[in-house]
């Protein structure tokens, strides 16, 4: 049973458009979200992240919207450039209980186009 | 070191060989995480340590897996009697006591099984 789903396995996107990739989950306990970006033979990075008691969250071309009622989460590039393309995995977490890994969607391939 | 570091970068494995995995944590970094990733697929949570607590190995799929972690520092993973499925690259990462936010990870060992 996938927690958090990112149903779509990729993205093309043209250099100066707005990207949005996408993100649902079931666990209404997860209480924190983070985006991390995956290069070919690298490990993933960090990106952006929001806890539930925000909306949304910005740093610089990348803004991170939540929407706690529909479980849906989305990651906005803009404008999104051909160094943006790469894998993005969306994942959630909840403080309440101490053990809390980190459970990860699939990820979306993003192809940002010159 | 500077970041999250994991040993060998690359193992070929004949089926039925045991194979040990090693992760370096950034220093400091009580929680430790394994997970692996599958060709086409997302980011599979293996197990979590934390601090002093007993590490959560809800992850692990099957009982050839196993894994250490000697204090706060190297954590070792351990695959048993290998199968060609455990082809994958496992990632370690490692992030803050009790944060549940950014996880750095490592590059990952990409473990072949013939």
């Known amino acids: 049973d996938q927690q958090v789903k990112q149903n779509s396995p990729s993205l093309s996107v043209q250099e100066g458009r707005i990207s949005i990739l996408n993100c649902d989950y079931t666990n209404s306990m997860f209480d924190y979200f983070l985006w991390y970006k995956k290069y070919p033979a690298e490990g993933p990075t960090f990106l952006i992240s929001i806890s539930s008691i925000k909306d949304k969250n910005e740093d610089g071309r990348f803004t991170v919207f939540l929407n706690k009622s529909a479980k849906h989460l989305s990651l906005h590039i803009v404008p999104s450039q051909p160094g943006d393309s790469a894998v993005y995995f969306c994942a959630a977490t909840y403080r309440n209980s101490g053990n809390t890994p980190l459970v990860f969607g699939k990820g979306t391939r993003l192809s940002v186009i010159a | 070191g500077a970041g999250v570091s994991q040993s060998p970068s690359n193992k070929v494995t004949e089926k039925g060989k045991d194979v040990e995995l090693r992760c370096d944590p950034i220093?400091?970094?009580?929680?430790l995480y394994w997970y692996r990733q599958r060709l086409g697929q997302g980011l599979e949570f293996l197990i979590y340590f934390q601090g002093n607590s007993a590490p959560d190995k809800s992850g692990l799929p099957s009982d050839r897996f196993s894994a250490e972690r000697t204090g706060e520092s190297v954590s070792t993973l351990t695959i048993q009697r290998t199968q060609q499925e455990d082809s994958a690259v496992y990632l370690c990462?490692?992030?803050?006591?009790?944060?549940?936010?950014?996880?750095?990870f490592g590059q990952g060992t990409r473990l072949t099984v013939v």
């Open positions: 990462a490692s992030s803050l006591e009790n944060s549940n936010t950014e996880a750095f």
């Open positions: 220093s400091g970094h009580t929680a």
